[in-house]
């Protein structure tokens, strides 16, 4: 098994791409769930009962396989020890798998469709984010092979 630094070595580098917009991505969407809750169960009282509901209503469920997602990258790119190089590309599939082929990845697609018709920066980011996971498994609407 080699492996290497994922703060310098090349084999990291989409990795490191990828990780600020999914982030990015999960807020804006973190956000607009947000939105959506309010505006059928009114405001959320404060930070704590936000943080509340994110963790534990379902109608934020489809977000937390994202969250815990981004918290496995954050680990891997932030380690100061050295990683197995193939950390990099199983994690880029497993968020093409997530993003695509789960009914979480339904929602994410959802979701950002939904952003995007009024945020052209998440429909570049949405572009962005799948042109890094393209080369990880199979394409989306593709059965493997």
């Not at 990828?18 to 607009?32: E, G």
């Not at 599939?93 to 979480?104: C, F, G, Y």
């Not at 979701?111 to 018709?117: H, N």
Request: glycine letters at 4%; proline letters at 9%.
């Amino acid at each position: 098994m080699t492996v290497g630094n994922p703060a310098t070595d090349p084999a990291f580098e989409p990795l490191r791409q990828f990780r600020p917009l999914l982030l990015k991505a999960h807020k804006i969407l973190m956000d607009a769930e947000k939105d959506r809750y309010e505006a059928s169960h009114g405001a959320i009282a404060n930070k704590g009962d936000y943080l509340r509901l994110v963790l534990n209503h379902e109608q934020f469920s489809w977000l937390r396989p994202i969250s815990q997602l981004i918290v496995q990258i954050d680990e891997v790119l932030m380690s100061k020890q050295p990683q197995p190089l193939e950390r990099a590309p199983e994690l880029l599939n497993q968020a093409r798998h997530l993003l695509h082929d789960t009914e979480i990845g339904q929602a994410f697609q959802d979701r950002t469709q939904l952003v995007a018709r009024r945020d052209p920066e998440m429909a570049a980011m949405a572009q962005r984010l799948d042109e890094i996971m393209q080369p990880y498994g199979p394409q989306p609407g593709n059965s493997p092979t």
